[in-house]
């Protein structure tokens, strides 16, 4: 199926996809707030650029969007048009992310991957984010 719009329009519309401060990282932020946590955001000092970073806990959260790093959900298919392109972009986005957090580890730091699909229920992302960081105060 051919696209419906212009390739320059299509150039405009996915220069607004946003990587930062989307909808699914506010809402994982605004629930580690809601729980005590205090963060930094995006260092851009570490591999890969994390959305929320604990520094003297040496742990960091990526709240990943399913569709553009490959989660294996039901919002993380594919598109049945350009499959070959997407296919490709999407493959280099999880070995970018494989490559990121091999090299923060290799730094000493935790990594955590929230899931898009993830926030529907919160309370169970609650959980797991204070499983990960552990108490609020340290």
């Known amino acids: 199926m051919a696209d419906r719009v212009t390739a320059d329009q299509r150039s405009r519309i996915m220069s607004r996809v946003r990587s930062r401060n989307t909808g699914p990282e506010v809402l994982v932020r605004k629930i580690l707030f809601r729980a005590g946590y205090r963060f930094r955001l995006h260092d851009r000092s570490l591999p890969g650029v994390p959305d929320i970073v604990f520094r003297r806990r ?26 070959t392109f997407w296919a490709e972009k999407i493959e280099r986005n999880i070995e970018r992310d494989l490559r990121n957090a091999r090299s923060l580890k290799e730094e000493g730091w935790a990594v955590l991957i929230v899931w898009q699909c993830e926030l529907k229920d919160t309370e169970a992302v609650l959980e797991k984010l204070v ?8």
């Open 58 to 83: 040496k742990k960091v959260v990526f709240v990943h969007g399913c569709y553009w790093h490959g989660h294996g959900c039901k919002i993380g298919k594919l598109p049945k048009s350009n499959l």
């Open 131 to 138: 499983g990960f960081l552990g108490p609020t105060r340290i």
